[in-house]
């Protein structure tokens, strides 16, 4: 079964950096776009970032392009999202999520926590 | 960017008495939405996609309607596990992808 598995999340002082990883298993990941999401205490659930199934092409939030880099390995099935220039309003549990066409988002990770607090 | 609001912000259902939440688009999204249930400490559930399509293994009470700017969705008979927060999400005009900011719906 499709299992999608986040780490990396942690406590960071503003201005800091943490990268995520997404470990993906269960299916043939280099054939679906993969996304991260967050759920923000100020926001709720918010679209934070997305890859194209073969890297070739990226989108992001405004609310953290030129901060945020999402990046993919799937001879490693893994998809990862380098943070930079944390603020507060970034707190939030971060979630992969594999994109489907038609369905969106059909599976999620369990999320991993980043804290970003001075 | 497409605004999706949610109303209303909180419903509180006796178990067994049919719910009924709404989402509506501030421009048409076709049938492209779908909605999430979420779970403290759980990761957000595909509920229904294509506005109207149960995502796989969803129980039938759990239905969606609606095209265009106005959405429905509806628990017919809600089961304690129900309740939770359902946030509804559209992926017509993207990105970004936007999410509504959700109705908990509570036991009364």
């Known amino acids: 079964q499709v299992q999608l598995v986040e780490s990396g999340g942690g406590v960071v002082q503003p201005g800091g950096s943490l990268r995520l990883s997404c470990s993906a298993s269960?299916?043939?990941?280099?054939?679906?776009?993969m996304h991260w999401v967050r759920h923000t205490p100020g926001k709720g659930l918010e679209w934070v970032a997305l890859?194209?199934?073969?890297?070739?092409?990226?989108g992001y939030a405004d609310s953290v392009k030129g901060r945020f880099t999402i990046s993919r390995d799937n001879s490693k099935n893994t998809v990862s999202l380098q943070m930079n220039s944390l603020r507060v309003e970034d707190t939030g549990v971060y979630y992969c999520?594999?994109?489907?066409?038609?369905?969106?988002?059909?599976?999620w990770g369990q999320g991993t926590l980043v804290t970003v607090s001075s | 960017e497409i605004v999706m609001t949610q109303s209303p912000a909180t419903l509180s259902v006796s178990p067994g008495e049919r719910a009924t939440l709404s989402c509506r688009a501030s421009?048409?999204?076709?049938?492209?939405l779908a909605w999430y249930q979420q779970k403290p400490g759980q990761a957000p559930r595909l509920l229904i996609y294509?506005?109207?399509s149960r995502a796989t293994g969803i129980p039938a009470r759990f239905s969606g309607s609606g095209s265009g700017t106005e959405f429905t969705l509806t628990i017919s008979s809600p089961q304690s596990e129900d309740f939770a927060v359902y946030y509804c999400?559209?992926?017509?005009?993207?990105?970004?992808?936007?999410f509504g900011p959700g109705t908990k719906v509570n036991i009364k």
């Open positions: 999520a594999r994109f489907v066409t038609g369905l969106c988002f059909d599976s």
């Open positions: 269960g299916f043939t990941f280099g054939s679906y776009g």
């Open positions: 890859i194209w199934y073969d890297g070739s092409s990226e």
């Open positions: 421009q048409s999204v076709g049938s492209n």
């Open positions: 294509g506005a109207s």
């Open positions: 999400q559209q992926y017509n005009n993207w990105p970004p992808f936007t």
